[in-house]
């Protein structure tokens, strides 16, 4: 038996995958200790793990040394006995939570990075990661984005700067490299291969497929008849105001379909459910995602991936973030269509859903994915390169 330590910040997109990971560990018989929010406790210790309360700051972008409050320094220096008590063989870190890998290396130990969505680091030729841009088809397009490079290595090079003084601050030596908050050991990319462009891949990194994890709800009321089912998933982080989810129920009150859709536990602000719908405060993707023919969301990687892996395709609405990468992703692949923000509309969005159910093409795509996903455990498979590092 090895010990190992799991750390991520809180947000459900990147506290989920790392539990997720976690159990996986615990599962070939480890002991693992999770650090993350306190908010996470109940979930993380029901999973039978242990759980150690990480110490918070902003995570993404974060603040500069010297700025005030929790910093990344203050929150690896908090988790540095964690380490000596517990003495775990690796620390397995999220990639935008900075603290436990940088703990990790003042303790001398093995560093796992832990990539929750579709792989950042950018690669001569291809779009920049985030801008939701498909590769280029010609050899003009690739040189443009080869033209712009030096405009991505400026933004990479200043949070370089910032990174090393978060280093200086715990007597690190400083990084030269453009991407160094990766880890030279190992690196798990959890999210479907055929969301990954092509590419020459790092030795140490490997695309395992999506780590899943859901705290447990109670089943939801599935609209009754034989039509298509469509499932509205929002963000649960963004769209306070519930944008789409109040377009897609315009758009789909008059279509021939059961509509199930979520407010994320926004309550207040519950819309009226047109005569085809039900909507809920929240659902067990569990329970919808196997039952969906399309599912309608803001593009967040987690949604994307539960669909994908349950064979429903998915029609993207970006907000913010990632969502246009993971929406420009999905299209690519051939599972599903992204209707940019500033074009969403009732229209828009009921014609894009009508094209992507009336196409076949989309379903059998989004099935070949879910078939992969049911022949490779992301958890396992995670878990199994984690021992084979400590073990080399």
């Given at each position: 038996m090895s010990r190992f330590v799991v750390g991520a910040f809180g947000d459900a997109g990147h506290a989920f995958p790392a539990i997720a990971l976690a159990r996986g560990l615990r599962g070939r018989g480890h002991e693992v200790v999770v650090e993350t929010w306190e908010h996470w406790r109940e979930a993380v210790e029901t999973e039978g793990l242990g759980f150690a309360?990480?110490?918070?700051?902003?995570?993404?972008?974060?603040?500069?040394?010297?700025?005030?409050g929790p910093s990344p320094a203050d929150a690896a220096s908090a988790l540095l006995p964690l380490l000596e008590d517990f003495g775990p063989d690796a620390v397995v870190s999220d990639i935008l939570t900075a603290a436990p890998a940088l703990a990790a290396e003042m303790a001398g130990l093995p560093r796992v990075v832990l990539v929750p969505h579709v792989y950042p680091v950018?690669?001569?030729?291809?779009?920049?990661?985030?801008?939701?841009?498909?590769?280029?088809?010609?050899?003009?397009?690739?040189?443009?984005?080869?033209?712009?490079?030096?405009?991505?290595?400026?933004g990479l090079r200043r949070g370089g700067r910032e990174r090393n003084m978060t280093r200086a601050e715990l007597r690190l030596p400083p990084l030269d490299e453009l991407h160094g908050g990766f880890s030279s050991d190992l690196a798990l990319a959890a999210t479907?291969?055929?969301?990954?462009?092509?590419?020459?891949?790092?030795?140490?990194?490997?695309?395992?497929?999506?780590?899943?994890?859901?705290?447990?709800?109670?089943?939801?009321?599935?609209?009754?008849?034989?039509?298509?089912?469509?499932?509205?998933?929002?963000?649960?982080?963004?769209?306070?105001?519930?944008?789409?989810l109040r377009t897609a129920?315009?758009?789909?009150?008059?279509?021939p379909l059961r509509v199930l859709a979520a407010t994320n536990r926004r309550g207040e602000s519950l819309p009226r459910a047109p005569a085809n719908a039900v909507v809920v405060d929240w659902m067990s993707y569990s329970q919808v995602m196997p039952l969906a023919d399309v599912v309608i969301t803001h593009g967040g990687h987690g949604t994307v991936c539960r669909a994908l892996g349950a064979g429903a395709p998915t029609v993207c609405c970006p907000a913010v973030g990632d969502m246009a990468e993971n929406g420009a992703r999905v299209q690519w692949s051939g599972a599903g269509l992204m209707l940019p923000s500033r074009l969403v509309g009732p229209r828009s969005l009921r014609t894009v859903v009508r094209r992507v159910l009336a196409d076949r093409s989309f379903g059998e795509r989004a099935r070949a994915i879910s078939a992969w996903a049911g022949q490779n455990h992301a958890a396992d498979r995670g878990a199994v390169l984690v021992e084979r590092l400590i073990r080399t």
């Open positions: 309360a990480a110490q918070e700051y902003k995570t993404f972008p974060p603040p500069p040394p010297g700025s005030g950018h690669e001569t030729g291809l779009p920049f990661f985030a801008l939701g841009a498909r590769p280029a088809r010609t050899r003009m397009g690739r040189a443009m984005w080869r033209a712009a490079e030096p405009v991505l290595a400026m479907f291969p055929q969301l990954e462009y092509p590419r020459t891949w790092p030795k140490h990194t490997h695309v395992i497929g999506p780590l899943e994890f859901e705290v447990p709800a109670p089943p939801v009321e599935i609209p009754e008849g034989d039509e298509p089912l469509a499932v509205i998933a929002p963000s649960t982080a963004q769209d306070p105001e519930g944008k789409l129920l315009d758009a789909l009150a008059d279509e």
